[in-house]
């Protein structure tokens, strides 16, 4: 692993050609999406011997580096996060744990693209893609089209939140919010704040906004409580549960909902000693002041704050008709089960940051093999 130097904020600084073009253009790989998933995928692609801009392109529709980390919540900082894994090739050092995520790691993708040079082209979002009459894949974008022979989908979910519905949600007078909406804890300072969801952001969240004023936990399961560190074999594990249902072409769940919440992040041990996480089954409904329960409980509030989770950003994908009939996509690895030249990268078991790395380069294996079994490959692979 090569050392780079320490990372501060992000200039938004980019190698990325910018999406001003409307003619069509025809690659061997098209890869979606420039986060974690996409920036390991395009490394491992030229690993693999495939040309920048002819051989791959990478489509992201943010105007700069950065993936959904440029759009966490301000008071996330490095040390916070359960971790920021390196991006292959290149080592993350951050100059403290205090700095924001928002900024060090977008500036760490910023330098991977520049160091790689990959061919990230931005803003470019995708509005489908399609088969072509000579079996090759069409992505419809903002900026023309890209054909290709081979498309890895790396969008991730950071788009997509999860909101249930409930009755009376529309009556509610307060505020509503999703943690992409969240800034800091002092804005609902003297509010009664109602946080929905299980899962790492609604616990952060919910700790750090009882520090500043009142505010009740629910979640639709009781919280399964993990003793010790998310080590390799832990996510073995996860990795296997999680595996097992997108071959079944069930929609994935997430690695929380497998695994359970780690007692060991600062967050959550001084959520438990404050005894601020102490949990309330799903409300059935939501008032213009608040939210009941059918035994007659109530709790009045002025904020909801929808911490549920996220869905795969995949809709682009609708036109291939990939879906099974579980609702989710059946996997063979990283490609769609009998559709070899589509990857999803980033979804599924390879939904968490390490797990998108070890994706991409499977990926990448699996096209050269498949798109130039008979090239050498690159003495650095």
């Given amino acids: 692993m090569e050392a780079r130097p320490r990372f501060g904020r992000c200039a938004g600084v980019s190698n990325a050609s910018e999406a001003a073009r409307e003619v069509d253009v025809d690659v061997d790989v098209v890869v979606i999406g420039a986060g974690q998933a996409g920036l390991s995928t395009a490394w491992a692609l030229v690993q693999q011997g495939f040309e920048r801009e002819t051989g791959f392109v990478v489509l992201d529709a943010d105007d700069a580096p950065g993936g959904a980390w440029r759009h966490r919540w301000p008071s996330l900082t490095v040390g916070t996060t359960h971790r920021v894994h390196d991006l292959p090739g290149l080592t993350f050092e951050p100059e403290t744990d205090d700095l924001r995520a928002a900024d060090v790691v977008p500036a760490y993708f910023a330098e991977y693209e520049r160091r790689f040079q990959l061919p990230v082209h931005r803003p470019v979002r995708v509005s489908a893609v399609r088969r072509t009459d000579d079996d090759r894949f069409r992505a419809e974008t903002s900026a023309g089209d890209w054909t290709a022979q081979a498309i890895v989908n790396a969008t991730g979910t950071w788009t997509r939140p999860f ?9 509610f007078v307060g505020r509503q919010l999703l943690p992409v909406d969240y800034r800091s804890a002092e804005e609902f300072a003297g509010r009664h ?13 919910l700790g750090e906004i009882s520090r500043v004023t009142s505010t009740t936990w629910v979640t639709r399961r009781p919280p399964v409580w993990r003793e010790g560190p998310f080590d390799e074999e832990a996510g073995r594990r996860a990795v296997a549960m999680v595996e097992e249902a997108v071959r079944a072409g069930r929609r994935p769940g997430s690695v929380v909902g497998v695994t359970g ?3 060991s992040t600062p967050y959550v ?5 404050r005894g601020v996480l102490e949990r309330l089954p799903m409300f059935d409904r939501i008032t213009p002041d608040g939210v009941a329960w059918e035994d007659g409980r109530f709790v009045r509030a002025e904020v909801i704050l929808w911490a549920t989770g996220f869905r795969p950003e995949i809709q682009h994908l609708a036109p291939l008709r990939l879906r099974a009939p579980g609702g989710g996509i059946r996997m063979e690895g990283t490609h769609v089960a009998g559709e070899p030249r589509v990857h999803l990268v980033g979804y599924g078991p390879s939904a968490s940051t390490v797990g998108a790395n070890r994706a991409g380069r499977s990926a990448a294996r699996e096209l050269r093999r498949l798109l130039r079994p008979d090239a050498e490959l690159p003495r650095s692979a």
């Fill in 163 to 171: 909101v249930p519905r409930y009755p009376g949600q529309d009556s």
């Fill in 193 to 205: 704040v109602v946080v929905v969801g299980g899962g790492a952001s609604a616990t952060q969240l």
């Fill in 261 to 263: 919440l780690l007692t």
């Fill in 269 to 273: 041990r001084d959520g438990l000693d």
